[in-house]
């Protein structure tokens, strides 16, 4: 499975911006993918935003971000999306998606097998 994560930029505080999470190769649904989104910042250990499962039936959020972040699955074109609202400056880091071989959601990054690259958000004040 490969993974390309998309849509960071930079963005005033208070703004809007939507990642994408293209899955490609072993994405049939006999394969069951839960994904999940990560960040780091500088200096910090990478840490878990949001994940769902691959039928979309439930998601979970960091404390952080919830009532802010919105995680959503296009499953007829294997992307899961982040939409990011009122951003604000500690948000700023590298967003990483990732994908697990397993129904349950998971916060730690050890538990996913596979991960894209990732994509820069910068939150200006």
């Known amino acids: 499975v490969q993974l390309q994560a998309s849509g960071g930029g930079l963005v005033q505080a208070g703004g809007s911006l939507r990642l994408s999470c293209a899955a490609s190769?072993?994405?049939?649904?006999?394969?069951?993918?839960?994904t999940g989104w990560f960040r780091q910042a500088p200096g910090q250990e990478r840490e878990f935003v949001a994940g769902?499962?691959?039928?979309?039936?439930?998601?979970q959020y960091a404390d952080s971000v919830k009532g802010r972040f919105l995680i959503s699955r296009d499953s007829a074109n294997n992307t899961v999306y982040l939409q990011m609202n009122s951003l604000k400056p500690e948000d700023t880091a590298v967003y990483y998606c990732a994908a697990r071989a397993g129904a349950a959601i998971r916060f730690v990054e050890n538990d996913y097998d596979f991960w894209g690259q990732g994509t820069q958000v910068t939150v200006s004040s």
């Open positions: 190769g072993r994405t049939s649904n006999s394969y069951a993918l839960t």
């Open positions: 769902i499962r691959k039928s979309g039936s439930s998601t």
